[in-house]
Nanobody
Framework: QVKLVESGGGSVQAGGSLRLSCVAF????????MAWFRQAPGKEREGVAF???????TYADSVTGRFTVSQDTWKTTLNLIMNNLKPEDTAMYYC??????????????????WGQGTQVTVSS
């Protein structure tokens, strides 16, 4: 059974750091792209960071220079290191995966598999 399980969310003060992880279970060839999305209350879900099967990364403008996405050699664990966090980074963060034609800023509809989410709260 294909499954994505996130961990690592929490509460931190502005300027702090957090590391999110996502473990992918049951995948064989169903994905060539993994990504982190986030959704704040009352807002649409937005893509934060994307990484394809050869390690090419893409970031939302709002997190460029602060967030770093990576995956392990076997592409079973996706990480997101978040530095210099801001209150506007507060959201539920979701791991996503899929087989897409283009991973860079892949739309939600193209990513078939989603985790349950992990909450990140940044206080000022």
């Amino acid at each position: 059974q294909v499954k994505l399980v996130e961990s690592g969310g929490g509460s931190v003060q502005a300027g702090g750091s957090l590391r999110l992880s996502c473990v992918a279970f049951g995948f064989t060839s169903q994905k060539n792209c993994m990504a982190w999305f986030r959704q704040a209350p009352g807002k649409e879900r937005e893509g934060v960071a994307f990484i394809n099967s050869v390690g090419v990364t893409t970031y939302a403008d709002s997190v460029t220079g602060r967030f770093t996405v990576s995956q392990d050699t076997w592409k079973t664990t996706l990480n997101l290191i978040m530095n210099n966090l801001k209150p506007e980074d507060t959201a539920m963060y979701y791991c996503a995966a899929g087989y897409v034609s283009s991973c860079a800023r892949a739309p939600i509809a193209d990513l078939r598999y989603w985790g349950q989410g992990t909450q990140v709260t940044v206080s000022s």
